[in-house]
């Protein structure tokens, strides 16, 4: 047996009766007016009023819109707070350079989501340890001045890189890297870059806001300097790359 529906009419009666009996209540419950429409008999033209209401809803429209875009932002913001804390926290559990390299490599790879890490470190000193996306290459390569303006600036840069760059970070097949970050890794000085690679074209794209990439430079920069320092020199004989 199916349920019997509802007397819309009857409902109606019920809803005039008790705003009869209660002419505050719209009063009382000034929120409700936003979603109702009241026309105003004025033939073919608009009227004031109903401009105006049709205006206030707009505005109130755009107002939902923003805010669900500034929670949208907000929640992507603490989620990339998160990230970095996991980060940070795996990186002081790191004893030596090879550990400090796994952890980035690991945490940029699951918790960030990137489809591509590469390591270049550029020290003469190091007999550098051989680990996954990791390439040790001299600071004296010609292969750098590629990356000469994102050294000198010291800046993080977002999009499509050269051919040359590619190669250099992502070999040996940068035609799988569709867009890439590449962030300088420094303290005094230079001394390596951090790549971080998509498949999709559009993912990085040139203009997009670097203050987090900044500071997961310094954090990993940071974190690299104090093992590099310690690392033993190479063992004679060893030429530069």
Not at 25 to 41: M, Y
Not at 100 to 111: C, E, F, R, W, Y
Not at 131 to 159: H, M, Q, V, Y
Request: proline share 6%; charged share 20%.
């Amino acid at each position: 047996m199916s349920e019997a529906q509802p007397d819309s009419s009857c409902s109606a009666e019920i809803v005039a009766a008790y705003l009869v009996e209660h002419p505050e209540f719209l009063q009382n419950h000034p929120e409700l007016l936003s979603d109702l429409v009241i026309p105003h008999p004025t033939g073919s033209a608009i009227s004031l009023i109903e401009r105006q209401v049709q205006v206030l809803r707009d505005k109130q429209t755009a107002a939902e819109l923003q805010l669900r875009q500034l929670i949208e932002v907000a929640q992507d913001n603490d989620r990339l707070a998160e990230r970095m804390h996991r980060l940070t926290l795996a990186l002081l559990d790191c004893t030596t350079l090879s550990a400090v390299i796994t952890a980035v490599h690991d945490n940029l790879s699951g918790a960030f989501g990137a489809d591509h890490v590469a390591l270049l470190l550029f020290d003469d000193r190091v007999n550098g340890p051989t680990l996954e996306a990791t390439r040790w290459l001299s600071a004296r390569s010609p292969e750098l001045a590629e990356f000469d303006n994102i050294l000198n600036s010291r800046k993080p840069i977002c999009g499509r890189l050269t051919t040359a760059q590619l190669d250099c970070l992502f070999g040996p097949d940068p035609s799988a890297v569709g867009s890439a970050v590449v962030i300088p890794l420094a303290e005094n000085e230079p001394y390596g870059l951090l790549g971080i690679g998509s498949g999709d074209a559009e993912r990085f794209q040139h203009g997009m806001g670097t203050t987090f990439l900044q500071q997961l430079g310094q954090l990993i920069s940071h974190a690299l300097s104090r093992h590099l320092e310690q690392a033993p020199a190479p063992q004679a004989g060893r030429e530069a790359d």
